[in-house]
């Protein structure tokens, strides 16, 4: 059974940091790219980053860009979701997924094309 569980979330003060977790089982991470996506109320589930399967690839959606950094151990079976300088307006919940891929680049897909999903972690960045 696969299971994909996040960690790290919190209340954190606008200008804060905080760090991800996603720790997976259930599959063999190195076959998987993995992506971060949020949902803030009454919004649609957005990416937030993505990485390819050996952690050579990358992708950030503009409002993060110099701000989020995503990085994977595939000898933890563990992807990270490192922001830093927060402001509100990434309040949301915060979701990884894991979609089969052992391409060299990271692949821009919807939330439909990803196979395995966690329950989210709740971001909150007060001003």
């Known amino acids: 059974q696969v299971q994909l569980v996040e960690s790290g979330g919190g209340l954190v003060q606008a200008g804060g940091s905080l760090r991800l977790s996603c720790a997976a089982s259930?599959?063999?991470?190195?076959?998987?790219?993995m992506g971060w996506f949020r949902q803030a109320p009454g919004k649609e589930r957005e990416i937030v980053a993505a990485i390819n399967w050996s952690g050579g690839s990358t992708y950030y959606r503009d409002s993060v860009k110099g701000r989020f950094t995503i990085s994977r151990d595939n000898a933890k079976n563990t992807v990270y979701l490192r922001m830093n300088s927060l402001k509100p307006e990434d309040t949301a919940v915060y979701y990884c997924?894991?979609?089969?891929?052992?391409?060299?680049?990271?692949?821009?897909?919807?939330?439909?094309?990803?196979?395995?999903w966690g329950q989210g972690t709740q971001v909150t960045v007060s001003s």
């Open positions: 997924a894991a979609e089969r891929s052992i391409s060299p680049f990271v692949r821009i897909v919807g939330p439909n094309d990803y196979d395995y």
């Open positions: 259930g599959l063999t991470f190195r076959n998987y790219a």
